[in-house]
């Protein structure tokens, strides 16, 4: 029995399932999973001492590649001055001020600790800052494990939501309405006679594997949401700081009126943030009236993590660099599935992707339920077998980070024609 295996057995004595968060426990593509000894760069090294090349990078955040020397220098310099100080600090404000600088729909911005986290609060002060309870998300797209975003679609004519966990109330569920991606009939006829404090989106959805919000849909959406003074929320908590330096916002060219971030922003440290306009954010105590606080927020060392990682990921045609490692790889998938004639197609940007055995446009959630996962799932074990780590789950997107190699690359898709060949 592998290290590996041992520690799951050990782990499912001790914590639910084994893991701190579900999809680790690989249960969706029927294997256990590795247990993590090491990481530098972009490979992971298992208990067992076995290699893999990363596309997962810690689900975005590890875009400089895992255990980046200057960000360790940057860390470890920063964590001798103290951990945590309950108190204001310097780094808070130089990331705050960064950010801004990127973001120019962000005026202003809080931290908090994970995504979950800037989501929950964001919809919190869309709600307090317009004095509505119902808010707008959309099928497929996932915004962290608050109570009002477990909620699916209501059956029928119902415009109100479901709980899509046991434990979420159906009172809460019913302040939720949750329609089909890029479908802009579907706002239109919800959101003119329901009073929506705000609308949740991911511009870029990297959570029902990689699927881009239509230009039109997404400006209609700004449009709809100004002209019913309802909050547009961009959720970026993936795609910001990594599909772009700017995010998803800035390759659509739209500005939210607020915009979530998290992942890269912490540089592989819990971090998340929730800014925008000015008038809204003021709303947040202790200035206004609606309630949020944290008390490890803003701690020196994650604010300096994601410092050093901004610094870094602003070099000179950097995400140029990183976008074309990406297309290399779609591209290079893209034509050899042609080649074997394979349903497939790959698609990216930034440093992230998506692979989908299917020739069909993918636009939304209802699309990319008809998919068959036997083929994904065969596919992630070949690939993991000959030590190349995708996203275990078909609905995960893919991350490359700027530590990953041509000869990675080459050899991901030599390992790629292989599977097709014994397929
Ligand atoms: C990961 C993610 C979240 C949740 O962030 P956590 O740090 O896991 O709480 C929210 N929204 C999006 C778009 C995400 O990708």
Not at 67 to 72: E, K, P, S, T, V
Not at 108 to 127: Q, W
Not at 174 to 185: A, E, G, Q, R
Request: glycine share 10%; proline share 4%; hydrophobic share 40%.
């Amino acid at each position: 029995m592998t290290i590996s295996k041992k520690l799951y057995i050990k782990g499912k004595k001790y914590i639910p399932g084994g893991v701190n968060s579900p999809v680790r426990a690989f249960k969706s593509v029927g294997l256990t999973p590795f247990f993590v000894k090491n990481a530098k760069g972009q490979y992971i090294f298992d208990e067992d001492n076995k290699k893999y090349i990363d596309y997962v990078g810690s689900w975005g955040a590890q875009i400089l590649g895992h255990a980046d020397n200057r960000i360790l220098k940057n860390i470890s310099k920063t964590i001798k001055k103290g951990i945590t100080f309950g108190a204001p600090c310097k780094n808070e404000i130089l990331l705050a001020k960064e950010i801004i600088e990127i973001f120019p729909a962000i005026e202003k911005i809080r931290m908090v600790n994970s995504g979950t986290e800037a989501t929950m609060s964001a919809i919190r002060l869309a709600r307090g800052y317009t004095n509505r309870d119902k808010i707008i998300k959309f099928n497929g797209c996932y915004h962290g494990h608050g109570d009002s975003f477990l909620i699916k679609a209501g059956s029928g004519s119902a415009t109100f939501g479901k709980p899509d966990s046991k434990g979420v109330t159906k009172s809460l569920a019913k302040d939720t309405i949750s329609l089909p991606y890029n479908n802009i009939d579907k706002v239109k006829s919800i959101i003119k006679n329901n009073n929506i404090a705000c609308v949740i989106i991911e511009p870029i959805a990297g959570n029902m594997n990689f699927v881009r919000s239509n230009p039109s849909f997404l400006k209609e959406l700004r449009a709809l949401c100004s002209r019913y003074k309802t909050v547009l929320i961009f959720d970026e908590v993936m795609t910001g700081l990594r599909v772009a330096k700017a995010g998803a916002q800035n390759i659509y060219n739209i500005k939210p009126d607020l915009v979530t971030l998290g992942k890269v922003l912490g540089g592989g440290f819990p971090v998340g943030a929730f800014g925008g306009k000015k008038i809204i954010m003021d709303k947040l105590a202790p200035d206004g009236d609606v309630y949020q606080a944290g008390t490890l927020s803003g701690n020196p060392v994650a604010m300096a993590a994601g410092l050093k990682t901004i610094e870094l990921i602003s070099a000179p045609r950097y995400f140029t660099k990183l976008h074309n490692k990406t297309m290399y790889l779609v591209n290079g998938m893209n034509n050899i599935a042609k080649k074997f004639n394979k349903d497939f197609y790959a698609d990216g940007e930034g440093g992230m992707f998506g692979i989908f055995f299917t020739d069909n446009q993918i636009n939304n959630f209802e699309d990319m339920r008809k998919l068959d996962s036997s083929i994904f799932v065969n596919f992630f074990q070949f690939m993991l077998h000959h030590g190349i780590f995708f996203a275990p789950s078909m609905f995960e997107a893919g991350f490359i980070s700027s530590a990953h190699t041509k000869k990675d690359l080459d050899f991901t898709l030599k390992v790629f024609k292989k599977w097709l060949e014994s397929n």
